[in-house]
């Protein structure tokens, strides 16, 4: 079965840094680009930021640019978002995401995490 | 980096159709064939419905289906089921970023 699990959320006070992973399983994870998406509490969804398969390209959104850092390693099929400077506007569920076909971009999110929630406040 | 325009919710009963429309500019909707419907109950995470304007996933109900004319997409669900009620959202590439709609609520009466 193909799956993402995301971990790494909490509680963190503004200006903290937070690490969030998620782990792949039931396909080739280094032939696919991955992305993060947001969604804060009662909103719609925000595209975070994207990496490419072989981790050589990356995007951000404006909103985090120059805070947050995506990773990836492949030998763990593991995706990372790497969460400095928070800010209360941070505060949202956290999804990882797939792309059905593409190693450069993720073009379209077939495959979800469950979230994993992070909560900037002091 | 603007959301995509949707409408805020949309209605139907069932058996009949309804479309979403998502409008966006020539630099994200109508410059690329990579738009993108997402489904959404409450709690769960989003379900993939359509892609590339209108290719369906595999398992999605050929109900689903997506289309494009310039800076418009729309999705459209024939013969609604009471368990199409849901959040629906539009997503289309924007030159090396990625852009969503703010969604619409989708009331299955």
């Known amino acids: 079965e193909v799956q993402l699990l995301e971990s790494g959320g909490g509680l963190v006070q503004p200006g903290g840094s937070l690490r969030l992973s998620c782990a792949a399983s039931g396909f080739t994870f280094k032939n696919y680009a991955m992305s993060w998406v947001r969604q804060a509490p009662g909103k719609g969804l925000e595209w975070v930021s994207v990496i490419s398969a072989s981790g050589g390209s990356t995007y951000y959104a404006d909103s985090v640019k120059g805070r947050f850092t995506i990773s990836r390693d492949n030998s763990k099929n593991t995706l990372y978002l790497q969460m400095n400077s928070l800010r209360a506007e941070d505060t949202a569920v956290y999804y990882c995401?797939?792309?059905?076909?593409?190693?450069?971009?993720?073009?379209?999110?077939?495959?979800w995490g469950q979230g994993t929630l992070v909560t900037v406040s002091s | 980096q603007s959301a995509l325009t949707q409408p805020a919710s949309v209605s139907g009963s069932p058996g009949q159709s309804i479309t979403i429309s998502c409008t966006g500019t020539?630099?994200?909707?109508?410059?690329?064939?990579?738009v993108s419907w997402y489904q959404q109950h409450p709690g769960k995470a989003p379900k993939l419905m359509i892609y590339?304007?209108?290719n369906r996933p595999s398992g999605v109900p050929d109900r689903f289906s997506g289309s494009k004319s310039g800076n418009t997409a729309s999705l459209t669900i024939s013969g609604l089921h009471t368990e199409d009620e849901a959040d629906y959202y539009c997503?289309?590439?924007?030159?090396?970023?990625?852009?969503f709609g703010g969604g619409t609520k989708l009331t299955v009466l």
């Open positions: 995401a797939k792309d059905p076909l593409y190693s450069d971009y993720v073009y379209a999110f077939d495959i």
């Open positions: 590339e304007v209108s």
């Open positions: 020539t630099s994200d909707v109508g410059g690329y064939n990579y």
């Open positions: 997503s289309s590439y924007a030159s090396s970023s990625t852009l």
